[in-house]
């Protein structure tokens, strides 16, 4: 499973000329929002921008769980957050399940709350493309 969870921030960026496109606009503030309450015991952590928006990619052992976060519409503060989770075998992704993810998803929407709104939260099979 993986889920999509949409919502609106009210968020100020301190350069806007740093992003790479619209869709990136204030990941970065998001990202600095939930990494110190979802990074707390893995391995391994990556953050970046890349031409789609943010990331924050944390690896436990082999199981690796992602946070991708885009920007939807900058003026009403509109975002779309992913949460999957995947192994690497014989070097391509292999999408998985499991508790962590159900974990990870709580703390976000947990963490949103506190200075956003959740608009809503959808499941979806662990390659996005099937909802659940």
């Not at 998001?30 to 944390?58: C, P, S």
Request: charge should be negative; aromatic fraction near 12%; charged fraction near 30%.
């Amino acid at each position: 499973m993986a889920y999509e969870i949409e919502l609106i921030a009210a968020l100020t960026v301190p350069n806007p000329k740093m992003y790479v496109n619209d869709c990136c606009w204030g990941g970065d503030e998001i990202r600095d929002r939930l990494i110190g309450v979802i990074a707390t015991g893995y391995d391994h952590v990556e953050t970046l921008q890349e031409d789609w928006g943010w990331f924050i990619w944390m690896r436990r052992g082999q199981q690796w769980t992602g946070i991708d976060i885009c920007c939807d519409d900058k003026e009403s503060g509109a975002f779309r957050i992913h949460v999957s989770g995947w192994q690497i075998r014989w070097l391509r992704r292999k999408h998985v399940e499991g508790d962590d993810l159900e974990h990870i998803k709580e703390l976000v929407v947990n963490a949103i709350s506190k200075w956003g709104e959740v608009i809503q939260v959808r499941k979806f099979s662990a390659d996005f493309k099937t909802e659940l």
